[in-house]
């Protein structure tokens, strides 16, 4: 567990698919990348929910995260997130409640509110809209962006056909408080039908997880983080031009709860370590490309190596939708790395942060959070 005086770090893990890869090599990554975790003093190991991406095998997390606390012994698992509109509330109680019992006090579950917009001309929850006249920001030493048009007015077909796969509908996400709130009923018991039932979700009665919602921007689901006196993951890896509005927004709506007396906020950055720097530029190849699949609607490509990177240049338009991203991503030695995270972690006022790390090749990523837990402290 991370020193008392050192702000703890956590893994997101996307199981990112690299170019030769099989889904089953990436998901076994996957839990080789949460044994090292474990062992170097990471707190939480979470996982994302992505479908339809040949480059990304995270899509099933509730399955992945029995996997993961199967293979380790202290760390922390969970979500981040678990899209709500991609499931029953009680589907997701019963799951998480399933681990939860198996693995006490260990489980975290995160809640995200992705969804299909309400008409084409509305962003989709969690994406920043398209850029306005500002420019690049530095506060506190920190890089805030000027936020990127993602997708433009017409939401791709990938997100269409995945809306169509899991019975999504325009608006749904307007369901995300009244979900929220059902889930941690069944956990505590309070869970009342519309007639007054009362209804027992076995196993999840008993067995809570500890509960966190993620957003992007300051819109409902920081307001809602708030309301209900819970944690809040901010999404500087994904989304950096929003990152301050959305944790000042939680603040300002926080009331203290049962579990949780003040605001309390994680924040995420993408980050990539190597011995030196000039090695760490080589192996942070091929990220431009990566996001841009994901940027442009199409999906995330198999990551490709650093020597084949050079082989898929973007043209002027591809570089600037993926420019913030690659602005705000940490790559360099572990000490360099680690200062930027401590003017990340002082400019948002985060109590944790998240770590996020892509790389072809899985040794090093594995080696790149090795030589941050040890620059940072952990």
């Known amino acids: ?80 997130a678990t899209l709500l509109g991609n499931y029953r509330p009680l589907q997701i109680a019963e799951s998480i409640g399933t681990l939860a019992a198996m693995f006490p006090d260990r489980l975290d579950l995160g809640f995200g509110r992705s969804g299909p917009p309400k008409s084409p001309s509305e962003p989709a929850p969690g994406v920043v809209p398209a850029a306005e006249e500002v420019g690049d920001r530095i506060v506190d030493g920190l890089l805030i962006p000027s936020p990127r048009p993602i997708f433009g007015a017409v939401l791709p077909r990938k997100f269409r056909l995945q809306g169509e796969l899991l019975g999504r509908f325009p608006g749904d996400t307007d369901n995300f408080e009244n979900d929220v709130q059902d889930i941690i009923g069944f956990f505590t018991g309070e869970y009342r039908t519309r007639h007054g039932e009362e209804v027992t979700a076995t196993p999840a009665l008993g067995q809570a997880p500890q509960f966190w919602v993620h957003g992007s921007t300051a819109g409902p689901s920081a307001r809602l983080a708030g309301k209900l006196g819970l ?50 530029r080589h192996l942070a190849r091929g990220y431009a490309q990566w996001v841009h699949g994901i940027r442009s609607g199409q999906g995330a490509i198999p990551y490709p190596s650093p020597e084949d990177a050079l082989e898929l240049p973007l043209d002027a338009e591809a570089e600037d939708l993926v420019k913030d991203r690659l602005d705000t991503r940490l790559v360099g030695d572990p000490h360099h790395v680690s200062d930027k995270l401590r003017t990340l ?34």
Request: glycine fraction near 6%; charge should be negative.
């Open 231 to 280: 944690p809040f993951g901010a999404n500087y890896h994904v989304a950096p031009a929003g990152v301050l509005d959305s944790i000042a927004e939680y603040r300002a709506h926080f009331e203290p709860s049962a579990t949780l007396q003040e605001p309390h906020v994680i924040v995420s950055a993408d980050v990539l370590v190597a011995p030196q720097e000039r090695q760490a």
């Open 1 to 80: 567990m991370p020193k008392p005086s050192v702000t703890p770090l956590s893994v997101l893990d996307l199981s990112p698919v690299s170019a030769g890869q099989t889904p089953g090599e990436a998901l076994r990554s996957t839990l080789a990348l949460a044994a090292v975790a474990e062992a170097s003093g990471y707190s939480r190991y979470w996982l994302a929910e992505h479908h339809l991406n040949t480059g990304v095998a995270g899509s099933a997390p509730h399955i992945l995260a029995g996997l993961v606390a199967s293979a380790t012994r202290t760390i922390r698992v969970g979500t981040a």
């Open 345 to 378: 972690q002082r400019a948002t006022g985060a109590q944790e942060l998240l770590i996020t790390t892509i790389a072809h090749h899985p040794e090093d990523r594995q080696n790149s959070y090795q030589l941050l837990a040890e620059a940072w402290g952990l």
